[in-house]
């Protein structure tokens, strides 16, 4: 079994700063994926990021980056130049094929 | 559709009443998946298909809980004689290839379920 730990339960960040979200997991898996869904008020779950974790290198989409430590556990999510439509719930996930393993989320607010 | 449609959106039943959610995944998927959102918690995996088939059921919480996916399409989330600890969100994704695990989850808006 996987499991994904967030330990921030809310945050928040000034519009056009940057915030960064801390995910950890625990996994026996040699072969996983990590992902970063964002959860609206609209309760559908949205994919922000993906990581291969046999990449060494962070992936990145516009201006969401993760900061992967394989050692570590750790899978952080960076948003830089935050916007009021980032406000949501965000949710760490794991994943080895068969189930998706959630954390229970960060609710971020974004600061006009 | 375009997306993962599920129906009803809101449900509230009586306790001890039998109630049946719908998945319509996107077109094509061969993954589904149901998963269960608890207020103030992360979605925790119940079930999955891969076709018409129940692939890991591992995570129905008890026997009152059954899902079908007759066609390896739409799928029916199905509960008997339901209790107040059932209120939550259930949620449906489905994904296009179950063989890889980077393989993205397709989610819908998920039906709230109130028991009273």
């Known amino acids: 079994a996987q499991t994904v730990t967030q330990s921030q339960p809310e945050m928040s960040v000034q519009e056009a700063e940057t915030v960064t979200l801390s995910c950890t997991y625990d996994?026996?898996?040699?072969?996983?994926?990590l992902f970063w869904y964002k959860q609206p008020p609209s309760r559908q779950m949205i994919l922000v990021i993906r990581?291969?974790?046999?990449?060494?290198q962070n992936a990145t989409e516009n201006r969401f980056s993760v900061n992967f430590q394989k050692a570590a556990k750790s899978f952080s999510l960076k948003i830089s130049d935050s916007q009021l439509g980032d406000a949501a719930m965000y949710f760490c996930?794991?994943?080895?094929?068969?189930?998706?393993?959630f954390g229970t989320g960060t609710s971020l607010t974004v600061i006009p | 559709g375009a997306g993962v449609s599920q129906t009803p959106s809101n449900k509230v039943t009586e306790k001890g009443k039998y109630v049946e959610l719908r998945c319509d995944p996107i077109s094509g998927h061969t993954a589904l998946y149901w998963y269960r959102q608890s207020l103030g918690q992360g979605p925790e995996f119940l079930i999955y298909?891969?076709?018409?088939?129940?692939?890991?059921d591992s995570g129905l919480p008890n026997d009152r809980f059954f899902a079908v996916r007759p066609e390896g399409s739409v799928s029916t989330l199905k509960i008997q004689r339901t209790e107040r600890g059932d209120s939550a969100v259930y949620l449906c994704a489905s994904s296009p290839d179950l063989g890889g695990a980077n393989t993205e989850a397709f989610f819908g808006q998920g039906t709230r379920l109130t028991v009273v």
């Open positions: 996930a794991s994943n080895t094929g068969n189930q998706f393993y």
């Open positions: 990581q291969e974790a046999y990449k060494q």
């Open positions: 996994t026996s898996e040699s072969d996983y994926y």
């Open positions: 298909f891969q076709g018409t088939g129940a692939a890991d």
